[in-house]
């Protein structure tokens, strides 16, 4: 049974781009739900995707978007990156809406 | 919505010791998870308690639910269990996280 894998595992940007993380659920999981890391605080969450179809979605700005593909693996798209996206980008899966998570090993994403 | 805070925000301790991190919440929650972030920035899952207690190894859980606070607990501690330690509830189909405790294990 393989975890939680997120892609690519850093990355740097430039203020105004584009970027797109990747994230493979757990097996059997159909459920994956996105979090934002600043340095210092807690995580934050972006989004939930269940059975392809968004979830639920936090205090993030629509530049922030997401999909979910029939294998339940799942992209973060952010455009017109700023300086305050650089972040550690957590993606988690779980069997359901309602059950145990299980993070990935993050995107560190560095806007300049 | 809900809040979830931690304390203490900072644990300094030396190796051997025993110690206990505190989560309050602000409403009932299904599900409370604990986590340790290792250095890589990675979560590790501790414990998945929605209440009651559970052990594993030198670490155990204690959740309640009607109060609102869980507690975990490192006895016997070693440098590798330093880092930082999340509480996060489930509300609304998402997990609200603390800030964290920081805990530095000296040897």
């Known amino acids: 049974e393989t975890g939680v894998t997120q892609s690519p595992t850093h990355l740097i940007k430039t203020r105004g781009q584009q970027v797109t993380l990747r994230c493979s659920s757990q097996?059997?999981?159909?459920?994956v739900s996105w979090y934002q890391q600043a340095l210092g605080q807690g995580p934050q969450f972006i989004f939930q995707?269940?059975?392809?179809?968004?979830?639920g979605r936090g205090n993030f700005p629509p530049r922030f978007s997401g999909l979910q593909f029939p294998n339940y693996s799942s992209e973060l798209n952010v455009n017109a990156l700023e300086l305050d996206d650089s972040a550690l980008y957590l993606c988690a899966s779980s069997l359901n809406q309602y059950t145990e998570a299980f993070f990935g090993q993050g995107t560190r994403l560095t806007v300049v | 919505g809900i809040q979830v805070e931690q304390s203490p925000p900072d644990l300094i301790l030396q190796e051997g010791a025993n110690s206990t991190l505190r989560c309050n919440f602000s409403?009932?929650?299904?599900?409370l998870q604990w986590f340790h972030q290792n250095p890589w920035g990675q979560l590790i899952n501790l414990f998945y308690i929605p209440s009651g207690t559970k052990q594993n190894g030198r670490l155990s859980a204690t959740t309640v639910a009607t109060e609102r606070y869980s507690l975990l607990y490192i006895s016997s501690s070693q440098t590798t269990d330093s880092g930082v330690y999340f509480c996060?509830?489930?509300?609304?189909?998402?997990?609200?996280f603390g800030q964290g405790t920081r805990l530095t294990i000296n040897p």
């Open positions: 409403d009932s929650v299904n599900n």
């Open positions: 097996s059997g999981h159909n459920t």
């Open positions: 995707y269940y059975r392809e179809e968004e979830n």
């Open positions: 996060a509830v489930e509300g609304a189909q998402k997990l609200v």
